[in-house]
């Protein structure tokens, strides 16, 4: 039976050695950057900004992609700021126990709260770089975005004149083999492996929770709603990210940082 206790699983991050959490968009959502497949999600609710989301509809459709770049244009990302959730991994990091963070987050949030990049894996890219889909090119997003806003609607590789989108995996797109197979791999080295706001019905990176599991890890999830993995998990909690994950990740009897961690 798993547990919900919140000092049981401080105990355990107090003795794990080598700490994986895998985050999804419930960790973010208090950042103010929406879940696009929950209930409220911008799919759910708007079905043509999925489109700007599909690989076939962004390569094929040129107003597809104009309507993609004034998407990125005004992307909550660019001024959200990461939640007492995101820090208290860092807390985490800070503490010797991080082994890894995989992430299908596309926000960046973890590296502006304070983990550092050589740490997270970013399974489903970012949206802080450009990729040109012909010739493999790369730049940083806000490059790209002023020349949209000076007037370019739909602008090409500099390099090539192929077509750029955000270096994130779009639906109809294969993910990185050597992304997966690294954040697969860390998954198969933890002793304490922690799932943060993500349904986990996405794959192969749901797949990280069997298998932290199968090699001896402790799995505890942390989601609002139920996930397919909670009959495997040592523990499984329901409740406000940003106010449960800084209690776990701060070790048992330092309340006084708790609170700080907090707000
Ligand atoms: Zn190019």
Partial sequence: MATTDIQTIQRWIDTA???????GAGISTDSGIPDFRGP????????????????HYYVTDSEVRKAAWQARLHSPAWTAKP????RAIVELERRGKLHALITQNIDGLHQQAGNSAARVIEVHGTLH???????????????????????????????????????????????????????LTAAQETDFLLSIGTSLQVYPVASAVPYAKSAGALVVIMNAQPTPFDTIADAVLNGSISEILPRLCTPEGCKSDSQGLSE
């Fill in 83 to 86: 939640n007492a959730g995101h």
């Fill in 40 to 55: 409220q999600g911008v799919w759910t609710r708007n079905p043509a900004a999925e489109k700007m989301s599909d690989i």
């Fill in 17 to 23: 050695k080598h700490v994986v959490v895998l985050t």
């Fill in 129 to 183: 770089s450009v990729v040109c889909l012909d010739c493999g090119w790369k730049g940083p997003m806000q490059e790209t975005l002023d020349r949209v806003r000076s007037g370019e609607e739909d602008p090409p590789c500099r390099l090539c004149r192929g077509m750029l989108k955000s270096d994130t995996i779009s639906f109809g797109q294969p993910l990185v083999p050597e992304v997966i197979q690294r954040a």
